[in-house]
């Protein structure tokens, strides 16, 4: 319930994120006071640098003046509660600033990033993704901190197996000896298609600058030495816009379930090739409920953006309107229709996009090179070489062991590096290793030390870069102003708010009564709707209303059923089968005929799962008769199953109640008790009206999570203006009105 507060409170703080925008309506606003609680000002640069980003998404169909005003009194009472809180000292709590700490990181990352890397890798990838590339590779698995030897004795069979493609050898024949990339045994080495942003930044810039037929040099990544083979390179094929219908299947899923899938999608693939309404089928029939009700359609994709048989058969769809034959995938059986295929959109519609990939990709090495050559430069790094080097030598096997055991001494308190007026010294890079938690690290130790200190040094200069962020940019001090106080509000608004519209039940009755009128039944029908293939069916699919429970499965089960006093392994697997069917439908029930002895064996088993008593029947039989279980349900749901042994399409059952608009054929009805008949789509259709129910209130049980977000909106509102009379809230109306002059002329 929380959620309910948060965008008031993100309309303060969610423009934040959008690091160094303009922070004035048109002037550089001054430090006059806009407004004061209980003596505490809150200057006009404050207000209007959170104002101007929260107006981005605001309706602006309001007047300048009216919009200004409506948002000044959202931030009185915004600052009434950060007021409040600091009364209470939740400020100086330590849970408060912990958090507080984690968000100007984040809120610092914009400012620790190299603009002008960052452009030329975007454009770098934009300019690639027209491209896609097939290569194979063969991987010699090194370590990123392996000693200069096992490095070399790599890269040197590494430039021995590219002899070898170049002389001739087959790359494929070559994978599967040499490769240390375990799927290289299935797939020759070979990697498929791919374009830019799909590998690690190294391997993409050789594959891409490889000619077709051309074996790469040895390529260094985290890997290890990559040899790369170029086989094609394709202008991109852009993405795929289509839809599909589908079928689902899971792992727990029975053999006979498996095959009623197959056959189903096969019916549906056969009434779609002889002219059947796409639409139609995929919506009452498709499972994938995310997409039925929009005919099927998904989010376009690109080359190795969907799982691969899925992207072939939608790729070999050439023509607008072209339907594939059923597809299989982990998830199910898909058909897949075409709607359109979409090039390369231009540079400007993807930068976004591009932009936060490439921050996410290995290619950001670059970026975070240029930032601490940067940071070197604005803060006066330097450097004690000959210290270092004293350093290094003390690497030993403990290092490498994840325990180094040495003393600094006389190398203690030397400086191995300054940031401006601040010292680095052995002692502390020393301490900062032993604190460090890591396994055995099989490299040399030099190389270990030189990479630890080298993450050290960085750290340092990220770590004072941050410290000094609110002295260098404005845009940042105040960006951290804002998230101290929303996240300061956060515990005070769950105490105030929050937790108490939740856990005062007696509050929320006496609510939701004086506000009953809020809380109305539409007229609605109780009753369920049958859709069937043929006017025989729905015929017969009638007559067995009424009949529950109806039969889902039938087993019985071979001898032994029972050995030594428990059940056989056989009998529990079939149990099992029937328990996991009814883990997620309540309204399946067990039937078992057992003799006495089996039966309390079943009784027994039945506890130790958890099944409920009710959801089971023991019925006790003869020795000699065999033992069976049957898997019944109570809804009349349990039709379809029934119909679709012959064939998958021939019965729908869909329980109510509706509202209007549920769904369009019992909107088609008159809404009377009854049954009605009507052919729709081919389809042949009966609507059974139990009862219809007038229009009415609702109990609370019935919209719980609506009355509790009204309360809390109540009980805050009931809380500001308890704070508006505790702290006295003084608007500078000459002030204000500058303001109001100001921002209509930039309007």
């Given amino acids: 319930m929380k959620k309910i507060y948060m965008p008031a409170l993100c309309g303060l703080l969610l423009f934040g994120c959008k690091s160094q925008q303009n922070n004035s309506a048109g002037n550089t606003p001054s430090q006059n ?5 209980a003596g505490d000002p809150v200057s006009e640069q404050e207000f209007l640098y959170v104002y101007n980003k929260n ?34 000292g939740l400020h100086q709590q330590e849970s408060f600033q912990e958090e507080l700490s984690t968000y100007k990181k984040q809120l610092a990352r914009p400012y620790l990033t190299e603009h002008s890397v960052t452009e030329q ?36 069979k590494a430039v021995e197996i590219r002899q070898k ?58 890997f290890g030495y990559h040899v790369i083979k170029v086989n094609d390179k394709r202008p991109s094929q852009g993405k795929a816009r289509v839809a599909h219908l589908m079928i689902r299947t899971h792992a727990d899923m029975s053999e006979e379930e498996l095959t009623a899938a197959k056959a189903r999608v096969d019916a549906l693939y056969q009434q779609l090739s002889q002219g059947e309404s796409w639409e139609a089928l995929v919506r009452q029939f498709s499972e994938d409920k995310a997409t ?78 240029a930032l601490i050559t940067r940071l070197k430069k604005e803060n006066r790094f330097t450097e004690n070489k000959s210290v270092l080097q004293n350093l290094y030598q003390k690497a030993d096997s403990s290092l490498i062991a994840g325990r180094w055991n040495y003393q600094p001494a006389t190398l203690a308190s030397q400086t191995l590096f300054s ?18 938690s890591y396994p055995p690290q099989a490299v040399a130790p030099q190389s270990l030390l030189e990479r630890l200190y080298q993450d050290w040094q960085k750290e340092q200069l990220i770590d004072y870069e941050e410290a000094h962020l609110d002295e260098k940019y404005e845009d940042y001090r105040m960006l951290v102003q804002e998230y101290h106080d929303g996240i300061l509000l956060f515990q005070l608004m769950e105490d105030n708010v929050w937790a108490k519209a939740i856990e005062d039940t007696t509050g929320l009755q006496q609510f939701f009564q004086q506000n009953q009128a809020n809380y109305q039944w539409q007229e609605r029908v109780n009753g369920l709707v049958l859709n069937a293939a043929s006017e025989e069916v729905l015929k017969r699919a009638e007559a067995m209303l009424g009949q529950a429970p109806y039969p889902i499965s039938n087993k019985a089960l071979g001898e032994p059923v029972a050995e030594k006093g428990k059940l056989s392994a056989k009998s529990q697997q079939e149990l099992g089968q029937m328990l996991s069917a009814m883990q997620y439908r309540p309204e399946y029930q067990l039937q078992i005929e057992a003799p006495q002895e089996i039966g309390n064996l079943f009784s027994e088993q039945l506890q130790r799962a958890g099944l409920a008593t009710e959801r ?35 019965l729908q059952v869909i329980e109510g109640p509706f509202e209007r608009a549920d769904h369009p054929v019992v909107d088609a009805v008159k809404w009377e008790k009854g049954r009605y008949r009507l052919v729709q789509d081919g389809r042949h259709y009966l609507v059974v009206v139990d009862e ?56």
């Fill in 33 to 37: 006071t806009i407004f004061s609680i």
């Fill in 165 to 222: 493609a170049q002389a001739g050898a087959d790359f494929g024949d070559l994978a599967r000896r040499f490769s240390d990339d375990p799927s290289a045994q299935s797939n020759r080495g070979n990697l498929g298609y791919f374009t830019a942003l799909q590998m690690v930044y190294p391997f993409e810039n050789a594959a891409y600058t490889t000619p077709v037929g051309a074996v790469s040099a040895p390529v260094r990544t985290r």
């Fill in 121 to 156: 890798l975007v454009q770098e990838a934009y300019d690639r993704m027209g491209t896609e590339v097939n290569a194979s590779h063969i991987l010699l698995a090194v370590q990123e901190g392996a000693s200069p030897a096992d490095t070399l004795a790599a890269w040197q």
């Fill in 55 to 88: 107006s981005i998404g605001r309706d602006t169909a309001t007047t300048a003046d009216a919009d200004l005003r409506e948002y000044l009194d959202l931030y009185v009472n915004f600052k009434l509660k950060v007021r409040e809180a600091r009364e209470m």
């Fill in 292 to 369: 039925a009700s929009k005919a099927g359609e998904l989010p376009p994709f690109g080359t190795g953006q969907m799982i691969p048989e899925f992207e072939k058969s939608a790729f070999a769809l050439k023509e607008k309107g072209n339907i594939s034959q059923p597809v299989k995938t982990p998830y199910g059986w898909h058909i897949i229709k075409l709607l359109d295929r979409e090039s390369l959109p231009p540079f400007e519609e993807l930068q976004a996009e591009l932009e936060a990939r490439v921050s996410r990709d290995s290619r950001s090495q670059l970026q975070e090179e």
């Fill in 419 to 436: 940031i401006a007026d601040s010292t680095y010294t052995v002692s502390s890079f020393v301490e900062w290793v032993k604190d460090l």
């Fill in 616 to 650: 089971y029947q023991i019925k006790k039989i003869g020795a000699k008769q065999p033992v069976m279980l049957r898997l019944v349900s109570t809804s009349p749901t349990a039709l379809e199953q029934i119909f679709s042994t012959q064939n998958p399409l021939s």
């Fill in 692 to 747: 219809v129910l007038p229009a009415g209130p609702k109990q609370l049980s019935d919209v719980r999570g609506q009355a509790v977000s009204d309360y809390q909106t109540y009980l805050e509102q009931q809380w500001v203006a308890r704070l508006r009379e505790k702290y006295e809230v003084r608007v500078n109306k000459k002030e204000l009105q500058k303001l109001l002059d100001q921002v209509g002329q930039n309007r």
